[in-house]
């Protein structure tokens, strides 16, 4: 298997992969960033948090202009995760406003977003739509 390093350092390729957040010890905040203090309550001790992989989509815009590299139309989301945390991605497979409701219920998925000339992966990580239950 190549070599891959995660494109953010709170993109964990672990098996199965997920984010990690920095977490307030003293009132739960979360920060992806590392922090010198809790912008929340001041406090200055963080402990690594998993987060989860499963979450709701709280906004949503689909972008039609971009960067020449970068394919579009794409759809840029805001993802309230279960158990705390929000994060902003891409919402991987969908263009089409209609195919989106309220609270859509979407999952952590990661893939190869370039690799270098030395064969090293850079994973990125986006949400895709949940399977519905039967
Ligand atoms: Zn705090």
């Known amino acids: 298997m ?5 494109i953010v350092d709170y993109l964990v390729l672990d098996d199965p992969a997920h984010l990690e957040a920095h977490a307030c010890s003293s009132c739960s905040a979360l920060y ?3 922090r010198n203090a809790c912008a ?3 406090g200055v001790e963080f402990v690594r948090k998993t987060l989860s992989n499963d979450g709701w989509v709280r906004a949503f815009t689909i972008v039609h202009r971009a960067a020449p590299s970068v394919p579009a139309p794409y759809t840029s989301v805001v993802v ?3 158990g705390g945390g929000a994060v902003k991605a891409n ?3 969908v263009t089409d ?3 989106i ?3 859509l219920p979407v999952t952590l998925e990661v893939f190869v977003a370039g690799t270098d000339d030395d ?3 850079a994973v990125g990580f986006g949400y895709r739509k949940r399977k519905e239950l039967p």
Not at 2 to 6: E, G, K, L, M, S
């Open 101 to 103: 409701t309220p609270r």
């Open 2 to 6: 190549a070599q891959q390093i995660p």
């Open 119 to 121: 064969g090293v992966e």
């Open 80 to 82: 309230d995760l279960d």
């Open 97 to 99: 406003p209609a195919e």
């Open 91 to 93: 919402l991987l497979g």
């Open 40 to 42: 929340k309550c001041g």
């Open 32 to 34: 992806f960033d590392r």
